[in-house]
């Protein structure tokens, strides 16, 4: 499968408990970003990468979020001290360079729930 | 108020109907415009761009207001399959992020 993939699913923790999400983008997109979707809502935009710089990120992407592409390649998503708030589905899109629109494939995304 | 907002719906309609969708959005910089389509649980799927000269694909009919800052998705003929979420979808410029509506809910009854 050439897709977009994420890593876990599905991730159970405790409230203050650190967690770590990991997206591997379409081979040879330049371009990634990170979402999250609460039921009943459209996924919000977090932070966006092209390459390995972090272009853009959210007011929603509190002091406790942090995200790295550290060789361009795949990314790492880490919430800290997770609150129940945090409890949403995180997507992971990739997109080329060169898309005459701006078509993202999306991941399946990690279904975070915080106790 | 929302920068995209869409009817949550739902539509539940019978097999064969046609059925409308209606967006609108406030940022009139917005460049790029999609409906995209999410099966319950899974990750949102790209359905069709959406241009200023309307575009069709099949049964599904895609059309953009600039003026009006409104996008509209007209299924023909539904199918039992076209039960999903549909989320309207615009974005800034290229290569910007994607800003989405709540989604409206479609549900194809027999």
């Known amino acids: 499968d050439t897709g977009v993939s994420q890593n876990p699913r599905h991730k159970i923790t405790k409230r203050g408990q650190n967690v770590t999400f990991r997206c591997d983008p379409i081979?040879?997109?330049?371009?990634l970003y990170w979402y999250r979707q609460t039921l009943g809502q459209g996924p919000e935009f977090l932070t966006y990468?092209?390459?390995?710089?972090?272009?853009?990120k959210s007011r929603l992407l509190s002091d406790r979020f942090s995200a790295e592409r550290p060789k361009g390649s795949f990314s790492t998503l880490e919430i800290q001290r997770t609150e129940q708030g945090d409890s949403a589905m995180y997507l992971c899109?990739?997109?080329?360079?060169?898309?005459?629109?701006?078509?993202?494939?999306f991941g399946p995304g990690t279904r975070l729930t915080v106790l | 108020r929302k920068e995209v907002e869409q009817d949550p719906g739902p539509f539940n309609v019978p097999e064969g109907a046609t059925v409308a969708f209606n967006c609108t959005y406030s940022?009139?910089?917005?460049?790029?415009f999609f409906w995209y389509r999410q099966d319950c649980r899974k990750e949102p799927k790209l359905l069709m761009s959406?241009?200023?000269s309307g575009n069709e694909d099949g049964r599904f009919t895609a059309q953009l207001n600039r003026a009006s800052q409104y996008i509209s998705l007209l299924i023909r003929d539904s199918k039992l399959s076209d039960s999903a979420t549909y989320l309207c979808?615009?974005?800034?410029?290229?290569?910007?992020?994607?800003?989405f509506g709540a989604g409206t809910i479609l549900r194809v009854k027999s």
């Open positions: 940022n009139s910089a917005s460049q790029s």
């Open positions: 979808v615009v974005s800034a410029a290229y290569g910007n992020k994607l800003v």
């Open positions: 959406v241009y200023s």
């Open positions: 081979s040879e997109h330049n371009r």
């Open positions: 899109a990739s997109s080329p360079a060169g898309t005459p629109n701006n078509e993202q494939f």
């Open positions: 990468f092209q390459n390995e710089a972090q272009l853009e």
